[in-house]
């Protein structure tokens, strides 16, 4: 990849150099500059079409994108809605910096937490602080992981069990976090790094694991026959991963589907392993019918554009030598003197930041296009059609020859240097579209699954054994077979000796037996549940 850059940034310093050879500016401008300093004019225009938003603005004229980001995701929020506080509460404030720990919690409308407290103490210190040898720390966190997947007893795992009994007070918390409605998480950087993409994320750290530990509970109350209260657990893990979920990025979407993804597996840990009654798993399955849609993943393309419009403009505020520095943390900048002293001479004469900024608003603009498509090919062709303009972009800003030739034809420089700068930047910034979709396709076929397995379950526990065919589940056990979101067909299901296969043919639409990640297969791509099930 650095490689690469190399010859990217390459090109592109030689298209500057020639525009301030050929510009007007000169050592005298440099003087009378200097006799008459004025408050330097922001570098981009403050519109639709370039900044996208135009206010507030900070003190140096240039939109103020974190205070934007912030307004976004906090509205309607409140200290008494927001998971994230009680998560916070849960697993203390270790995880912020200490600078602007109480600046983050003020933000979130609570009195500073104390350093320390009752707070969550992850298993890895729990025993350690036994002093137990390394083989019997090794077993341990085994007997761990066990504990998540399977149902279980204290007097098989005692050492979970008095561990789970220690964070008592704080798992209670993780579970009344399920039920708020909103996520939010101040966003908060310093001066020195484009503010949102730098942010820091200290609550969102803590999620997956709030997750594992309430399906540990839930597993331990399954081993001990209290069905119903193991089914609470698990309804938490769904409802958990629906509240990060309102969270504004992609990292807070696709946290919360790996969370949804953690619940669903211990649905059908219950489904197999616990001696559910039939009126249990119409119950339960009519729990999962009430929980509300996982938001969408191109609502978050918002937060999205921000963190490259702040980029940009960071980059235009900073002045030549922090884009010089950025370019050294790609691994491209090999003779930094130089680079910097180009960026010096021609930078800010050679790069139209309006350019930049109008360029990835209007790549964004496809992006939520394509976003906002159903599931299935068309969708996939918007995506594909944009990650192939994305790669023609860098091909021609690596292109040396065809950069040089179109300085030397009518075109003016600055847009040619303009646009291969901009053409880097959308590369570097824009997300892996397809695997950011495909995930939430995923999880909703997760979710089109999961009531699946409890009416199977219902089955089991009416007939004795599972059906032969999965259409015979309806209307008594289901309403109807729920349709594959990847082709509009019913899913998919084969009895086998020990349990059955449920699956949905996934990204590639084709059907291959449920084999997929589930099944340790690299070569497809199926999405499926098995029983029994299988560790996710």
Not at 113 to 134: H, I, Q, S, W
Not at 381 to 390: G, I, Y
Not at 458 to 472: Q, S, T
Request: hydrophobic share 40%; aromatic share 8%.
């Amino acid at each position: 990849m650095h490689k690469s850059f190399d010859c990217s940034f390459g090109g592109i310093f030689i298209a500057m150099l020639f525009v301030a050879l050929t510009s007007t500016w000169t050592a005298a401008d440099e003087v009378t500059e200097a006799k008459q300093p004025a408050a330097p004019k922001p570098l981009v225009t403050i519109s639709k079409e370039t900044t996208y938003y135009t206010e507030p603005l900070r003190p140096d004229g240039y939109v103020d994108y974190m205070a934007v980001a912030n307004a976004l995701a906090s509205e309607g929020v409140t200290p008494e809605n927001n998971a994230a506080v009680l998560l916070l509460k849960a697993f203390g404030p270790a995880e912020i910096g200490k600078e602007i720990r109480d600046q983050f919690q003020e933000k979130m409308g609570i009195d500073p937490l104390p350093d320390e407290g009752n707070y969550f103490v992850p298993f890895e210190e729990f025993v350690e602080a036994k002093g137990l040898k390394r083989k019997a720390q090794n077993k341990a966190k085994d007997d761990w992981d066990h504990c998540v997947s399977h149902p279980w007893k204290t007097k098989r795992y005692p050492l979970v069990a008095e561990w789970l009994t220690q964070n008592e007070h704080p798992i209670s918390l993780m579970a009344d976090a399920s039920r708020c409605s909103r996520y939010y998480s101040p966003g908060i950087a310093g001066d020195d790094e484009p503010q949102v993409v730098c942010m820091i994320l200290p609550v969102i750290v803590h999620t997956r694991t709030a997750a594992r530990v309430l399906l540990c509970r839930a597993m331990l109350q399954a081993g001990n026959g209290e069905i119903d209260e193991a089914w609470n657990d698990v309804l938490a893990v769904h409802r958990l991963a629906r509240s990060i979920g309102t969270g504004p990025t992609l990292i807070d979407g696709l946290v919360a589907i790996a969370i949804d993804a953690i619940a669903s597996q211990g649905t059908a840990t219950l489904a197999y392993h616990a001696p559910l009654t039939k009126e249990q798993a119409t119950r339960f399955a009519g729990d999962l019918e009430k929980l509300p849609p996982m938001p969408e993943m191109v609502g978050r393309l918002k937060a999205e554009r921000i963190m490259f419009l702040d980029a940009i403009s960071h980059f235009a505020r900073k002045g030549p030598n922090e884009f010089a520095r950025s370019i050294d943390g790609l691994g491209v900048g090999n003779d930094r003197p130089m680079l910097a002293k180009i960026f010096e001479r021609a930078g800010f004469r050679a790069i139209d930041w309006d350019v930049i900024l109008r360029m990835g608003n209007q790549c964004y603009d496809r992006l939520e296009a394509a976003g906002s498509m159903p599931p299935g090919p068309k969708r996939k062709a918007a995506f594909n059609k944009l990650d192939e303009d994305l790669n023609a972009r860098m091909q021609n800003a690596k292109d040396l020859k065809k950069l040089t030739l179109s300085l030397l034809a009518a075109k003016p420089p600055r847009k040619i240097v303009s646009e291969s700068v901009g053409n880097i930047m959308l590369a570097l910034f824009f997300p892996a579209l397809n695997a950011v979709f495909d995930a939430e396709t995923r999880d909703l076929a997760n979710s089109r699954m999961e009531p699946v397995v409890l009416a199977l379950s219902a089955y089991r526990a009416a007939e004795g054994e599972y059906p032969k065919k999965l259409d015979v589940l309806a209307p008594e056990f289901l309403a109807a077979i729920p349709r594959d979101p990847y082709i509009g067909e019913p899913i998919r299901y084969k009895r086998t000796r020990k349990g059955y296969v449920l699956y949905c043919v996934g990204p590639d639409g084709e059907d291959n037996g449920g084999r997929g990640r589930m099944s340790d297969s690299h070569e497809h791509d199926d999405i499926a549940f098995f029983a029994p099930p299988k560790k996710r």
